[in-house]
Nanobody
Framework: QVQLVESGGGLVQAGDSLRLSCAASGRTFSRYNMGWFRQAPGKEREFVAAINWRGDSTYYADSAKGRFTISTDNAKTMVYLQMNSLKPEDTAVYYC??????????????????WGQGTQVTVSS
C-alpha cells in the first residue's frame, strides 16, 4: 500500500510561484512512477507532470512546459511540483498520483491506483 499526502497549495496572485509537495510512504515507494494532476471545478482531472521512478525522465503537459518543474528528493519519499508564473487558469485542486507500472500521463488518469487527497491552488488575477 502507498499513502500520498499533498501540501503547499494556497491563494496567490498571477505571476507568483508555489511549490507543491507530495509525501509518500509505503512499501517500495522508490520504484513508483509519480505524477501531478489537477482538476478545476466542472472539468475533468487532467495531467500536469510526471517523473519516472529513476528520476531521470520527466514529462509535462503543454500548459506546464516552461513554467512547472517536477522533481523528487534523493530518498524518493517526496515529490515536488514547482510552479512559476502562475495564471488564473492554473486554479484547481492538485493531486499527486503513483503508479508501479506505467508513468502517469494524460491517457491513463483513470487507471492509476494511488492518489492523494489533493491540495487547492487558487490564482487571482
Amino acid at each position: 500500500q502507498v499513502q500520498l499526502v499533498e501540501s503547499g497549495g494556497g491563494l496567490v496572485q498571477a505571476g507568483d510561484s508555489l511549490r507543491l509537495s507530495c509525501a509518500a510512504s509505503g512499501r517500495t515507494f522508490s520504484r513508483y512512477n509519480m505524477g501531478w494532476f489537477r482538476q478545476a471545478p466542472g472539468k475533468e482531472r487532467e495531467f500536469v507532470a510526471a517523473i519516472n521512478w529513476r528520476g531521470d525522465s520527466t514529462y509535462y503537459a503543454d500548459s506546464a512546459k516552461g513554467r512547472f518543474t517536477i522533481s523528487t528528493d534523493n530518498a524518493k519519499t517526496m515529490v515536488y511540483l514547482q510552479m512559476n508564473s502562475l495564471k488564473p487558469e492554473d486554479t484547481a485542486v492538485y493531486y499527486c498520483a503513483a503508479s508501479a507500472g506505467v508513468v502517469p500521463g494524460p491517457t491513463n488518469v483513470g487507471g492509476l491506483r494511488y492518489w492523494g487527497q489533493g491540495t487547492q491552488v487558487t490564482v487571482s488575477s
